[in-house]
């Protein structure tokens, strides 16, 4: 009996030669237990087969992302962080030929770096000390992603993202230097943090608000 | 599903390991249903199955650098899924068998009209996954679900393809069991 049992996986397996599976086969069905025993045993794996798999629950991309340990920053990045705050700064001074100088030597690197675009740079000089931020977030599957925060008093219809290539959302935020908590909301209802940010503050519901911190 | 073979990721785990975390939302998104689906039907508990989930991803990232190129990111995903439910289970065994038991009973003991639903809401297949003991339940949803052959299963659960085959047989025998009782039970 059990070495019939293994004849039986043997089939369900599709293990063996033709031959060999054609012998099983005519053994299955000549014995009308082993039929019945076979056929129990192929419905219930069918069954299981059907089940099939169970989708991941709704933003669980972004639910992972935003628990991700904090990144090492390289010694590349230190370099871009140093002309990126160096930039307002000067900005801040800006009276002179030298400080002008390194507006171009560094709105050049930011180009090459960034491919940011360039009415970016128009913006911070109109308003002094306000710099453009730009936000992304990762979301291929909403249908709309919001920003909220207290630049915007956590209006969640003030500022929406557009979607780029390959599921990236993106906005940009004239911001005044300073600290600021933000969330994205993903299609009107689901509140996420951002996986990129900073650092991170409890909210005080459980969750942890994204921090952008605006040095002058 | 045994669809990933390819190697096509590995260039988005080397972009992963120079510090591009967007890139890893996109390995994430590639393979969510993947482990969410192994946890859930690990562990038959949706919330369990989220925390392992995403557990599982991001001890995934934790250890990218241990990730041998030249084997199939999947299989290295499945394990660390699969040790995850492990962990998880372990911990919480005495609540889990009790859970079992007390789902198992709540559609005998009603009346005919709340048996029907309960027959039509309750997940036959989860079920009877949650009343197999751990080691057949892995090699079920591996096989059945997943569709992986034993060699890539022998490989993840670090078993020789043999003794998987006898643990499978057996698992076999005793879902079956398990599901004609339910049939039996539901009738």
Redesign the interface.
């Known amino acids: 009996m059990i070495k019939d049992?293994?004849i039986l996986?043997k089939l369900?397996?599709g293990e063996g030669s033709p031959e060999e599976r054609k012998k099983s086969e005519s053994q299955v069905q000549a014995d009308p237990a082993l039929r019945k025993e076979y056929e129990?045993?192929a419905?219930?794996?069918r069954?299981?087969?059907?089940?099939?798999?169970?989708?991941?629950?709704a933003f669980?991309?972004?639910?992972?992302?935003s628990?991700?340990?904090p990144?090492?920053v390289?010694y590349g990045e230190r370099v871009r962080e140093f002309f990126f705050r160096g930039r307002i700064l000067r900005w801040n001074l800006a009276s002179g030929l030298a400080a002008v100088g390194v507006v171009i030597i560094t709105a050049a690197l930011m180009l090459r770096l960034y491919n940011k675009p360039v009415e970016t740079s128009s913006a911070h000089l109109q308003g002094e000390s306000v710099i453009i931020v730009r936000l992304?977030f990762?979301a291929?599957q909403a249908a709309r992603v919001a920003v909220a925060g207290d630049f915007n008093k956590w209006n969640v219809s003030a500022n929406i993202l557009s979607k780029k290539n390959g599921?990236?959302w993106t906005t940009e935020l004239p911001l005044k230097p300073g600290v600021y908590t933000y969330m994205f909301i993903v299609d009107g209802k689901t509140w996420v943090t951002d996986?990129?940010a900073e650092t991170y503050r409890d909210d005080g519901f459980g969750y942890n608000n994204s921090v952008l911190r605006i040095k002058t | 599903?045994n669809d990933h073979v390819s190697t096509d990721e590995y260039p988005l785990i080397k972009e992963c390991l120079s510090?591009d975390?967007?890139k890893?939302?996109v390995l994430?998104?590639r393979y969510?249903?993947?482990?969410?689906?192994v946890a859930?039907?690990m562990l038959g508990d949706?919330e369990a199955?989220?925390d392992m989930?995403?557990e599982s991803?991001?001890s995934a990232?934790?250890g990218l650098k241990s990730f041998h190129f030249g084997s199939k990111f999947s299989s290295w995903l499945y394990r660390i899924a699969v040790n995850k439910c492990r962990d998880y289970l372990r911990g919480k065994k005495e609540m889990v068998s009790l859970d079992a038991i007390a789902e198992v009973s709540a559609c005998r003991d009603v009346t005919p009209e709340e048996a029907a639903s309960c027959r039509q809401t309750e997940?036959?297949?989860?079920k009877?996954?949650n009343m197999l003991p751990e080691d057949y339940r892995e090699i079920?949803i591996l096989k059945?679900?997943?569709?992986l052959d034993?060699k890539e299963i022998a490989a993840i659960l670090g078993v020789g393809v043999n003794a998987l085959?006898v643990r499978?047989?057996r698992g076999?025998?005793m879902?079956?069991k398990i599901?004609?009782e339910k049939t039996v039970a539901a009738q």
């Open positions: 049992k293994d996986h369900l397996d129990d045993l419905r219930s794996l069954t299981v087969k059907e089940g099939g798999r169970v989708p991941a629950p669980f991309t972004a639910e992972v992302m628990k991700l340990p990144r090492r390289s992304n990762y291929p599921g990236i996986p990129r | 599903m510090g975390r967007d890893y939302a994430v998104d969510k249903t993947m482990v969410y689906s859930y039907r949706a199955a989220n989930a995403q991803f991001i990232y934790a997940d036959v297949v989860q009877a996954l079920i059945h679900i997943e569709e034993y085959k499978s047989h076999r025998e879902l079956k599901l004609q």
